[in-house]
């Protein structure tokens, strides 16, 4: 069993996955983050691998992938720093990348470097369920969870048949297009229903991602989902730390305003 699936195992709530762009907004800052906010009430760590050309980025993604890119991030960096996070902690990291990336590197090797460095998921949202295959031995071949991405426009048989050959948790896109901060109630009438067809079509955690910025949001999706993907309204709150410790007060501060009567 994975770290991933004893996680949901164990949860008696809904799970926090935290998203960071790594060495954003200052070099050496994410793997002190991390151990700060598993102990805020992160459930799940998922660690960016920046691209040049991202498909689901949105605007606050994008720039903090920029800066860490202008920086000179390498995926040895990555790897890095996702080993300093597993020499503290067991939480389970998940790495968010494009196919491209893989492809450049090898699969094989793709997979196999995250796993030596204590990595428990992928996610390659550019990775449609037809080209799944290709990167699913490596993935079953280094025990690591692929994780599927669907969105309201997804047929139950699609959801079937994607949930069908990957683990972890399947990763609910609440909108039509690409991350970001949205505030009130941005959801529309149909994501109730749509999560309802994931829970019915799949054995898998249904988790919601794209937009989750407020406590609002998750006390509307609470009984509808199990779990929650915030991403660009952390990086937000802290992209303007001047040092370290900044940064890991900031992102506490976010998470635990956010999750307020949801632990």
Do not use: W
């Not at 050496?28 to 459930?43: K, R």
């Not at 037809?130 to 991405?149: C, G, V």
């Not at 009130?184 to 955690?205: H, I, M, Q, T, W």
């Amino acid at each position: 069993m994975s770290r991933i699936q004893n996680k949901f195992k164990i949860l008696k709530r809904n799970a926090l996955v935290c998203y960071l762009t790594p060495d954003f907004p200052l070099r050496g800052c994410t793997e002190s983050i991390v151990p700060a906010l598993e102990e805020a009430g992160a459930d799940l760590i998922e660690i960016g691998i920046p691209f040049s050309d991202p498909l689901a980025d949105g605007p606050m993604v994008q720039s903090s992938s920029y800066r860490v890119l202008q920086a000179g991030i390498t995926f040895k960096r990555i790897l890095t720093i996702i080993e300093r996070i597993r020499s503290k902690s067991e939480v389970p990291v998940i790495a968010m990348g494009y196919a491209n990336s893989a492809l450049n590197l090898g699969i094989d090797s793709y997979f196999n470097q995250l796993k030596s460095a204590g990595t428990d998921g992928v996610i390659l949202p550019d990775v449609p369920m037809e080209e799944m295959e290709r990167f699913l031995p490596a993935a079953q071949a280094n025990t690591i969870d692929l994780i599927p991405l669907v969105s309201p426009l997804s047929s139950d048989d699609r959801i079937r048949n994607v949930c069908s050959v990957t683990s972890g948790f399947v990763y609910c896109v609440s909108i039509i297009g690409v991350t970001g901060m949205r505030t009130g109630n941005y959801f529309s009438e149909d994501l109730a229903a749509f999560l309802a067809r994931v829970r019915k079509n799949s054995a898998l955690p249904a988790l919601v991602g794209f937009g989750i910025s407020e406590n609002q949001h998750l006390h509307y999706l609470e009984d509808k989902c199990d779990g929650y993907i915030v991403g660009s309204a952390l990086l937000q709150a802290i992209s303007e730390s001047q040092s370290i410790e900044e940064s890991v007060n900031s992102a506490v501060s976010f998470v635990k305003n956010l999750i307020r009567s949801h632990v």
